[in-house]
């Protein structure tokens, strides 16, 4: 068996690939390298410029250095074929966090190059994407354009969103976000000033606490619906 037919094999238990057109299937496989680390090697580390999508296929991965590890709750266990990466193929900001194995492990990697220039070619593919990562945000994910246009707190909402549960099962327990990560990717229409005050408000309404430099988020499904504008006014 070779490796291209073993990799489909592995990935057709995954719900997301199967269900995706078989031509994103092919072009995904088509591009995909295998990367193997052994126990404490890095994949990539924090500040890395966006480097393209990755599935797990055997083994066990972490986020963070080894002091930050002490510091961190226990995460759920993930089960291969687990994808992470894809935010930043929407907001194309550096890497927030080192990713290292625990064990021998096993990866698939489509560098960022080409899937940009696949979703260039066919930009009905973006919708999968966004599919991948609404699940796990918790909600449907909106275009860019759309993000543009919510108000300051869904916006700021938004960005917290995807920094704190853009890894999914990988990242739900790490609720520590810098607060130069959310500026950097804000809306360019929302001033130091403005981000201040939604931040002040969310950490009156115990959504998150402020602290020097940094935050913590406390109530991620409350910031689910001020993210969703729908139900915004809902949360009070």
Avoid at 36 to 64: H, Q, S
Avoid at 188 to 208: D, G, W, Y
Wanted: proline share 5%; net charge positive; aromatic share 10%.
């Amino acid at each position: 068996m070779t490796n291209g037919v073993l990799w489909r094999s592995r990935l057709l238990s995954d719900y997301w690939f199967s269900n995706l057109p078989a031509g994103l299937q092919d072009s995904l496989l088509g591009a995909a390298r295998q990367r193997r680390k052994t126990p404490g090697k890095l994949l990539f580390e924090k500040d890395d410029a966006p480097c393209g999508l990755y599935v797990l296929l055997e083994g066990r991965v972490r986020l963070g250095g080894i002091q930050e590890q002490r510091l961190t709750p226990r995460l759920e266990e993930v089960r291969p074929p687990y994808w992470f990466g894809e935010v930043s193929l929407f907001d194309g900001a550096p890497r927030r966090f080192d990713v290292w194995s625990l064990d021998q492990t096993i990866f698939l990697h489509i560098p960022q190059a080409v899937l940009l220039e696949l979703l260039d070619s066919c930009p009905d593919y973006w919708r999968w994407f966004a599919s991948l990562l609404s699940q796990k945000l918790g909600l449907p994910l909106l275009s860019a354009e759309k993000l543009q246009q919510l108000p300051a707190r869904a916006g700021v909402a938004w960005r917290l969103l995807l920094l704190c549960e853009g890894y999914g099962h990988l990242s739900h327990a790490r609720r520590l976000v810098a607060l130069d990560e959310i500026q950097s990717s804000s809306a360019p229409q929302l001033s130091s000033s403005a981000l201040l005050e939604v931040l002040t408000e969310f950490h009156e309404r115990k959504i998150v606490r402020l602290g020097e430099g940094r935050l913590e988020v406390f109530d991620v499904e409350k910031l689910r619906k001020v993210a969703n504008f729908s139900k915004a006014r809902a949360v009070v």
